[in-house]
């Protein structure tokens, strides 16, 4: 079920396919286009992207993975659980590097 604009929206398998947050924390329909990891991490610092742009411009794998890590968790898609799940996967980076 969708959440309210301030808390962000319930998981949706497509939705986070289909949205895209803009800096006044309003949602647009947009295709998404994909940048490197070095581009999300500059736009992100200038403070154009947010934590959920940063996912859903990453790749169609981390758009899947964060929309099943929210179901996962009863989380809403928002900043907040977009942050969680970007730190979850440097975890996971990290864990795979030191075996």
């Known amino acids: 079920m969708a ?3 301030e808390d962000g ?3 949706d398998a497509t939705l986070i396919h289909r949205m895209q947050v803009k800096p006044q924390n309003q949602r647009t329909m947009a295709a ?3 940048y490197p990891e070095d581009e999300l991490v500059e736009k992100f610092q200038s403070g ?3 934590w959920i ?3 859903n411009h990453h790749s169609p794998e981390w758009q899947e993975e ?3 890590f929210c179901r996962e968790r009863g989380l809403t898609i928002n900043e907040e659980s ?3 799940f970007v730190e979850w996967k440097g975890d996971q980076l990290e864990n795979e590097q030191e075996d």
């Open 3 to 5: 959440g309210t604009e």
């Open 9 to 11: 929206y319930a998981c």
């Open 32 to 34: 998404t286009k994909y």
């Open 48 to 50: 154009e992207y947010g």
């Open 53 to 55: 742009d940063y996912v």
């Open 66 to 68: 964060y929309t099943a």
């Open 82 to 84: 977009a942050e969680q």
